[in-house]
């Protein structure tokens, strides 16, 4: 791909997936692996994603009312997830020639599940045992894939938290997945100066996009957008999923 063309798809690209974090309160490292892995190799949109994901994150987990309480909550969640996302970056620093197939799947399953199913609800005495076992899983994903919506994104939704808090909890389990996903690549080498460099750069598109969300949040309805935006993340990451066989 021309190089020109190349720095032009990666800036709409982060416009794109501003807008999605900035409609629905995530999405951002979603559509980013999504689109990026298509032109470029999981591990290096991964690595042009750390800023902005980082960044924008941090100003949702933030930006929320109840950090402490659910810090205090999810502890071991956010503790799995690191572990988790530290081992499975090896497989995805290796550059493995499958990690697209892998980033399809992931992207396939998320959004087929959103689409699909019903509202779960996890019972309080379950959660003890549940939290760390949702986090290990999640953090395998992340590390294999660059991707930490499963199952993190469900689990969350289906412990009854109050919209603000349930925001702020998306947040705060993205946050810990990036920066322990920049750790094990980092640690691997696999994230070079050049790369952070160009990640910063791409912060802007993503918080331009991400203005540009939240000024369309109150003009079109929130659930269609979501659903188009699903079906089109199913129909991107089956196609990845199966590029090997077409």
């Not at 941090?58 to 930006?63: E, Y």
């Not at 699909?116 to 992340?142: D, F, K, M, Y």
Request: proline share 5%; hydrophobic share 60%.
């Amino acid at each position: 791909m021309n190089e020109l063309v190349l720095v032009v798809a990666v800036a709409a690209t982060f416009f794109a997936a501003g807008i999605v974090k900035g409609v629905t309160g995530m999405g951002l490292p979603t559509v980013g692996m999504a689109v990026l892995g298509a032109m470029i190799s999981p591990l290096a949109a991964a690595g042009l994603l750390i800023v902005p994901a980082v960044a924008t994150n941090l100003w949702q987990l933030l930006s929320g009312p109840a950090l402490g309480p659910l810090l205090r909550r999810l502890w071991q969640m956010m503790a799995a997830i690191s572990a988790g996302t530290l081992a499975g970056a090896a497989w995805l620093a290796s550059g493995h020639e499958h990690a697209t197939t892998a980033l399809g799947l992931a992207l396939a399953i998320y959004a087929a599940y959103t689409l699909c199913a019903r509202q779960l609800r996890v019972p309080a005495a379950a959660e003890p045992w549940l939290s760390p076992l949702v986090g290990a899983i999640t953090g395998i994903v992340t590390g294999t894939t660059g991707v930490s919506v499963m199952p993190a994104v469900p689990y969350l939704q289906a412990l009854g938290l109050a919209r603000d808090d349930l925001v702020q909890a998306l947040g705060l389990s993205f946050t810990v997945s990036t920066i322990a996903l920049a750790v094990g690549l980092g640690a691997r080498g696999a994230v070079t100066s050049d790369q952070l460099a160009l990640s910063l750069l791409a912060l802007v598109p993503a918080l331009a996009g991400m203005w540009a969300g939240q000024w369309l949040r109150g003009r079109i309805p929130a659930a269609t957008f979501r659903r188009v935006f699903l079906i089109c993340l199913l129909l991107l990451g089956t196609q990845m999923a199966l590029r090997p066989l077409l």
